[in-house]
């Protein structure tokens, strides 16, 4: 039911950074903000970056998020082995229902 | 800060109503400022979202799931609840409840999710 593509996976060694796209249309990503949600194992989504590139407080300044037309990303710097989660975008569409993204799962090597 | 707690029958019967209730701790749902949403997760696969109640009763629901969903609330007890009627296996999921402040467009506030399964 994901109308929003992830890769499927990426990783990086400790301290690295790494990048998660987020591919839509213009009738979700092209027209709305994008946010975007850590899940660590076994735990609810955690809203990490709003409104495209705004963060929550608490959230450290590793996170950012950016949007370009239909397309959006989220940079992980510094990576580390407290990050491995899946990552999820996710956006409103013209239907007026939010959707997700397919998801990302990010491992620390 | 407001938490949210989700409730219900973790065991459904193929084609009997899944119902969960969802008790917002720490606000008032009353008070307005946010839309009350139910978001699934099929095991192992990304989010779905269900449909959305503002303290009014007013709801959306997402198109492929508005003909079997309906969510309720009341107020006096501060909670929100979700019916999803003729289930079947494809249903079995974790299911969380989840805020959204008005007039924004993400949910900061999430329960912790409750596995519903739907088995014979």
């Known amino acids: 039911q994901s109308v929003l593509t992830q890769p499927p996976s990426v990783s990086a060694a400790p301290g690295q950074k790494v990048t998660i796209s987020c591919s839509g249309s213009s009738s979700n990503i092209g027209n709305n903000y994008v946010s975007w949600y850590q899940q660590l194992p076994g735990t609810a989504p955690k809203l990490l970056i709003y409104d495209n590139n705004k963060r929550p407080s608490g959230i450290p300044d590793r996170f950012s998020g950016s949007k370009s037309g239909t397309s959006a990303t989220l940079g992980i710097t510094g990576l580390q082995t407290g990050d491995e989660a899946d990552y999820y975008c996710g956006t409103w569409d013209s239907s007026l229902s939010a959707v997700f993204g397919t998801g990302t799962k990010v491992t620390v090597l | ?120």
């Not at chain 2, 193929?14 to 969802?22: A, D, E, I, R």
């Not at chain 2, 606000?27 to 990304?46: A, D, F, L, N, V």
């Open chain 2, 1 to 120: 800060q407001v938490q949210l707690q989700e409730s219900g029958p973790g065991l459904v019967k193929p084609s009997q109503t899944l119902s969960l209730t969802c008790t917002v701790s720490g606000g008032s749902i009353s008070s307005g400022g946010y839309y009350w949403s139910w978001i699934r997760q099929h095991p192992g696969k990304g989010l779905e979202w269900i449909g959305y109640i503002y303290y009014s009763g007013s709801t959306y629901y997402n198109p492929s799931l508005k003909s079997r969903v309906t969510i309720s609330v009341d107020t006096s007890k501060n909670q929100f609840s979700l019916k999803l009627s003729s289930v079947t296996a494809a249903d079995t999921a974790v299911y969380y409840c989840a805020g959204r402040m008005l007039g924004e467009y993400y949910f900061d506030y999430w329960g912790q999710g409750t596995l519903v399964t739907v088995s014979s």
